[in-house]
C-alpha cells in the first residue's frame, strides 16, 4: 500500500512539473495556447504571470518529492492539500476541469496516503 501511495504522490508532482514546463517555457508555444485556450496574443500580455504561476507548481513539485524522498507523511499530506485548495480555487475561478486535472488526483493520493497505518 504504501508503494501505491507513493505511486500516487509521485504522479501528482510529476502534473506539477508538467504544469511548470507548460506555464514557464510551453505558454506562448502552439500546445500551450491550446492547453490554456489562449491567443497569441493575450499569450505574451500574460507571459510573466504564467512563469509566475508555473514558479508555484514547481515549489508544490519539490514539496511532494520531498515528502516522498524522506518518507514524511506530513509533508506529502500539506503539499497535496495546497494542491487540492489550488484546485478548487481554479476550478471556481477558471473552468471546472482544473478540478479533474489537479484537485482530483491530488485528493485520491491523499485519501490513500491518509489510509495508510
Known sequence: MQMIANLLVLLVAL???YFLVLEMCLWTRPIGLKTFRNTPEKAETTRVLAANQ???NGFLAAGL??????GSREFCVFFL??????GLYG???????IFFVQALPALVAMAVVLLLP
Open 91 to 97: 476550478a471556481y475561478s477558471v473552468s471546472r476541469r
Open 65 to 70: 518529492l520531498y515528502g516522498v524522498a524522506t
Open 81 to 86: 492539500a495546497c494542491v487540492v485548495v489550488a
Open 54 to 56: 508555473g514558479l508555484y
Open 15 to 17: 502534473l506539477h512539473l
